[in-house]
């Protein structure tokens, strides 16, 4: 077989790139924690107070932040924590102040073990809690430590976090630390959910299919790319998507080679046909298939968008040109006399594929409904194939849906493709 005419472009498998920073920043930790403010004047009825020797530190403290006086805010906490004897109501006050003296300086690093304290702390509500998960998170993105991001997306999502992005940001930072088949399992169980959900939205979040494909190109998964691909092009079509999909439907297992037409119908009709050498190819495709007029038509589309002769010999687009006129010619023949005298299925069917060449849709599904009735007609899948396409193409939705989806035999892969394009337009 020779090399396939489709490797030769670059596929979204090299451009999966991501910014874990971009749109990462850093939540409202000090409005969060607003009640600092009285942590000394007002602890929880059922708290410890605060012993006399703590609470002047405290004050003092919360002057200096209200003044803006971070470092002198810090030198009077620092007395505090070195003891080991803090009630729980102190070591609340103690670490607040920290995280807002801290955080007020970007020193976000700094800031962390006092968060970290807060989001364990009985002394917090489960209202403050998601914030200062979330800014765990943020923090240990910009700092780039991806194992704490994990850790804490994790216990964000499990605790309900509100963030959208979380779960991107999960598998993201799984990615960012090679931990890639992890990082896939994380999108398989989001997909799961979104399966098992009735009455809720069954889709996952672009960004997570596009991470696990990336992940799955990785470990050089190419099935579950495939796979990955397929769910991207029904949820989030595209004409990237429908592109680098079908660059590689060719490279499944057990997938017949003449079928490479049937890709080059898929790529015209999802918009990708723009480059000379798939212009030519299709034509020489089509030629070779018995749809010379197509080919034509083919042909005819890419003189008119002006890519000849880019990189095709002019020799042999010529040479191709008086091919394809030979054998339109006969074509043409062929319409003209069974369109008048089709009887038999074999007569019905070539009926059909003349017609499909020249772009008559209605026409040409009647014309293989006819053929079909009879029986015995050869490649039957091919037939079936070809009836729902253009059942589609007339804008019969939902005979084509049924064709398609009824294709069979080894022609049924590409239907569920053309079904995808069919399913979109409900």
Request: hydrophobic share 45%; net charge neutral.
């Amino acid at each position: 077989m020779r090399p396939n005419p489709l490797s030769n472009r670059q596929w979204l498998a090299s451009t999966f790139l991501f910014s874990l920073l971009a749109g990462a920043g850093l939540a409202p930790v000090i409005a969060s924690l607003a009640s600092v403010a009285h942590a000394a004047d007002a602890p929880a009825a059922e708290a410890p107070k605060m012993t006399v020797d703590v609470i002047p530190v405290i004050k003092k403290a919360q002057e200096a932040l209200q003044a803006k006086r971070y470092d002198d805010a810090l030198t009077a906490l620092s007395v505090l924590r070195g003891k080991a004897d803090l009630n729980i109501t102190e070591r609340d006050a103690l670490e607040r102040l920290l995280v807002s003296s801290w955080m007020a300086q970007k020193m976000y690093v700094e800031a962390i073990p006092s968060i970290e304290w807060l989001v364990t702390s009985p002394t917090v509500t489960d209202k403050d809690r998601l914030p200062l998960m979330d800014n765990l998170v943020s923090i240990s993105l910009n700092t780039k430590d991806f194992a704490r991001a994990t850790r804490w997306a994790r216990e964000c999502l499990k605790a309900g976090c509100s963030n959208p992005k979380m779960a991107i940001i999960l598998v993201q930072s799984l990615q960012m630390q090679g931990l890639h088949k992890e990082a896939i399992e994380e999108v398989q169980k989001s997909l799961a959910a979104a399966q098992a959900a009735p009455g809720k939205s069954r889709k996952v979040s672009e960004d997570e299919l596009r991470a696990m494909a990336a992940s799955q190109a990785k470990l050089k998964d190419m099935a579950g790319y495939y796979q990955s691909m397929q769910v991207l092009v029904r949820d989030y079509p595209s004409k990237d998507y429908w592109m680098d999909l079908l660059s590689r439907f060719l490279q499944q297992p057990g997938v017949n080679q003449r079928l490479e037409i049937e890709v080059y119908r898929l790529i015209q009709e999802t918009g990708n046909l723009q480059e000379p050498g798939d212009f030519f190819t299709y034509a020489q495709l089509a030629l070779k298939a018995g749809f010379p007029l197509e080919s034509r038509a083919i042909l005819t589309q890419g003189q008119s968008g002006k890519v000849f002769p880019g990189d095709v010999p002019p020799a042999d687009l010529k040479q191709l040109e008086k091919e394809v006129q030979r054998a339109a010619d006969e074509d043409n023949k062929i319409l003209e006399n069974l369109s008048k005298s089709a009887q038999t299925a074999t007569q019905w069917v070539d009926l059909g594929n003349v017609l499909f060449s020249t772009q008559q849709w209605a026409a040409a599904a009647d014309a293989f409904d006819k053929g079909l009735a009879l029986g015995g007609v050869k490649r039957e899948s091919d037939v079936r194939l070809h009836l729902g396409m253009a059942r589609f193409k007339a804008g019969q939705l939902e005979p084509a849906r049924q064709a398609l989806g009824q294709t069979g035999g080894d022609t049924q892969g590409v239907a569920n493709l053309w079904l995808m394009l069919a399913n979109a337009k409900r």
